[in-house]
C-alpha cells in the first residue's frame, strides 16, 4: 500500500490526518533480474623501474657492475645499487640480474696496443699497415681502440694450436649506436686464443691473445660503433657459457671476477604474484606462493639487449 497524506471531512472542514503506515510484504525466493555484486580486492601500485629513484619494494644485492648512463657512457655502480640504464639518451628500464661471470680477455680496456708478432708478450696485436690508436673513450672508465680506416668489420676467434677459427671469420655490421658484437666458440686445448675485434683481411686485423683459457664454451663479445671520422670498439670479453654479461674490465695481467646479483621484489600485502614486463614485448609471471618475496630470474639475453621496465602484482 502506498503511503499518503489522509484528508477527512470534519463538519464541513477538511482536516489532514497524519500518514497511513506503509505495509511491509515478506518476499522469499529469486527475485528476477537481482544479481549479487563481489567486492574486487584493491589494485596495487605497479613498480615503475623508469624511475631514477628505486622503489622500497624491490632490493638488490650484487656487486658493483657496469651500466649505461644518460649520455651513453659505460659507468660503474656502487655495490648493492640498481641504477636506471638509457638507450640513445632515454630511460629504458633496469637490467636483469646477472650470474656470476669471469673476464678471461686480459687487457680488456685496451690500455696499450702494438704492432708485433706471434709469441711476444703483448695482448692487443695489430698489423703494419692497420692505423690503429688507443684514446681514452668518452666515459672515462675505460678506453677504446680507434681504427682509422673503413670496412674492419669482421671478427672470429681464432685458435693457434688448430691453426684455424674456431668462431668464423665473417662480417659484422657496425651501428652509428654502441652496439654489442657477439660470438660463441668452443676451446678445445690449451693453445693461445685470438679474439679479432676487429678484421678486414689476413695482413689488416686487430686481435687480443689470451694464452690461458680454460678448455670448455665460450662467448666472445665487443661493443663497437661506427662515428664520422674512425670505427671504435670496446670492452672486449671472453666468459664461459652463450650470454655476454655486463662488462668486467682487466688489466694487463688480470682477469677479474663478477659476483652473481639478486633482485627481490616484496608483496607489500594482499598480492598473489608479480608480472615482470621487458622492453621486448616478453613478460614474465611468478607467484608468491607462501613466501612474502620472489627473487627475479638471471638474465638469458646478452647485457644490454633487453631491460625490465615495469612489475605489476596481482591479486
Avoid at 464541513?12 to 549479487?36: H, M, N, W
Amino acid at each position: 500500500m502506498i503511503t499518503s497524506s489522509q484528508t477527512l471531512i470534519v463538519a464541513g472542514t477538511s482536516v489532514t490526518t497524519g500518514f497511513i503506515p506503509r505495509q511491509i510484504v515478506e518476499v522469499t525466493g529469486d527475485i528476477k533480474g537481482s544479481s549479487t555484486v563481489t567486492p574486487q580486492p584493491p589494485q596495487i601500485r605497479a613498480i615503475n623501474l623508469l624511475s631514477p629513484t628505486l622503489d622500497s619494494r624491490v632490493s638488490y644485492h650484487g656487486p658493483a657492475h657496469t651500466y649505461i648512463n644518460q649520455n651513453g657512457n659505460l659507468i660503474t655502480s656502487a655495490e648493492n645499487e640498481w641504477p636506471l640504464e638509457y638507450q640513445n639518451g632515454i630511460a629504458i628500464g633496469r637490467h636483469e640480474p646477472e650470474s656470476a661471470a669471469t673476464n678471461y680477455q686480459r687487457d680488456s680496456s685496451f690500455t696499450s696496443i702494438s704492432e708485433t708478432t706471434d709469441g711476444q708478450n703483448t695482448v692487443w696485436v695489430t698489423s703494419l699497415s692497420a692505423g690503429v690508436l688507443v684514446n681514452p673513450s668518452d666515459d672515462g672508465s675505460s678506453f677504446a681502440i680507434s681504427i682509422e680506416k673503413p670496412g674492419w668489420t669482421h671478427t672470429g676467434v681464432y685458435s693457434e694450436g688448430i691453426g684455424g677459427f674456431i668462431a668464423d671469420d665473417i662480417d659484422r655490421p657496425i651501428s652509428e649506436n654502441w652496439t654489442i658484437d657477439v660470438r660463441t666458440f668452443r676451446n678445445a686445448s690449451s693453445a693461445l686464443i685470438r679474439w679479432y675485434v676487429a678484421r678486414l683481411s689476413a695482413t689488416n686485423y686487430v686481435y687480443g691473445r689470451s694464452p690461458d683459457l680454460p678448455v670448455g664454451n665460450y662467448v666472445a663479445s665487443v661493443w663497437r660503433i661506427n662515428t664520422t671520422d674512425n670505427q671504435q670498439a670496446r670492452a672486449a670479453q671472453i666468459e664461459v657459457g652463450t650470454v655476454p654479461t655486463s662488462p668486467i674490465f682487466n688489466d694487463a695481467t688480470s682477469q677479474n671476477t663478477r659476483t652473481e646479483s639478486t633482485v627481490i621484489v616484496t608483496n607489500p600485502g594482499g598480492a598473489t604474484g608479480i608480472t615482470i614486463i621487458y622492453t621486448d614485448g616478453t613478460t614474465r609471471t611468478m607467484s608468491f606462493g607462501s613466501n612474502q618475496s620472489v627473487n627475479i630470474p638471471v638474465a638469458t639475453q646478452a647485457w644490454g639487449t633487453r631491460y625490465i621496465s615495469q612489475i605489476t602484482y596481482s591479486t
